[in-house]
């Protein structure tokens, strides 16, 4: 069994013997190919990504009740992928878009040239939280929870 987890929760319940402390809070970003019509027209709202498949990781229920809400249809995911380099190629397709944190995109903007889609509107939010057994700690679990919350909390400052 891991002794620690790294990943964000919304979508289940923590079995008992689990407790979680929030870690930060993410706004997605949409990033496209350059030259992507949608980047052509300045910013965009939300419902204007009606049509367009999604490049991200697996969706999540949060997500897709946000997507519903503000897009007005089912979030289409044309591709699921196990990274984010793998994520960032698929951009180059004519029609995906990877939705992704403010704090992941600047390397990928950097490694494969992507756009981050300027949009008005609710972005989409989601919350990174650490995961361990509630039994005592050791100091090597505790030493990573530092240095968790310190890594994350770079981005802040």
Same mark, same amino acid.
């Given at each position: 069994?891991?002794?620690?987890?790294? #990943?964000?929760?919304?979508?289940?319940?923590?079995?008992?013997?689990?407790?979680?402390?929030?870690? %930060?809070?993410?706004?997605?970003?949409?990033?496209?190919?350059?030259?992507?019509?949608?980047? @052509? %027209?300045? !910013?965009?709202?939300?419902?204007?990504?009606?049509?367009?498949?999604?490049?991200?990781?697996?969706?999540?229920? !949060?997500?897709? %009740?946000?997507?519903?809400?503000?897009?007005?249809?089912?979030?289409?995911?044309?591709?699921?992928?196990?990274?984010?380099?793998?994520? $960032?190629?698929?951009?180059?397709?004519? &029609?995906?878009?990877?939705?992704?944190? @403010?704090?992941?995109?600047?390397?990928?903007?950097?490694?494969?040239?992507?756009?981050?889609?300027?949009?008005?509107?609710?972005?989409?939010? +989601?919350?990174?939280? #650490?995961?361990?057994?509630?039994?005592?700690?050791?100091? $090597?679990?505790?030493?990573?929870?530092?240095?968790? &919350?310190?890594?994350? +909390?770079?981005?802040?400052?």
């Amino acid at each position: 069994t891991l002794d620690i987890a790294l #990943c964000h929760i919304e979508d289940v319940e923590l079995p008992s013997g689990l407790v979680h402390h929030h870690l %930060q809070t993410l706004s997605a970003v949409i990033l496209v190919r350059p030259g992507h019509p949608l980047v @052509r %027209q300045g !910013r965009v709202s939300l419902a204007e990504l009606a049509g367009y498949g999604l490049a991200g990781f697996r969706s999540y229920n !949060r997500f897709q %009740q946000w997507y519903r809400h503000h897009v007005g249809q089912e979030a289409d995911f044309a591709f699921t992928g196990p990274d984010f380099d793998i994520l $960032a190629e698929t951009v180059a397709r004519p &029609d995906l878009q990877l939705f992704s944190s @403010r704090y992941l995109t600047e390397p990928l903007i950097r490694t494969h040239a992507p756009v981050a889609l300027p949009v008005q509107g609710e972005p989409f939010r +989601h919350e990174v939280h #650490c995961i361990r057994a509630s039994r005592v700690k050791s100091p $090597a679990v505790e030493a990573i929870e530092r240095l968790m &919350d310190e890594l994350l +909390h770079q981005s802040e400052a």
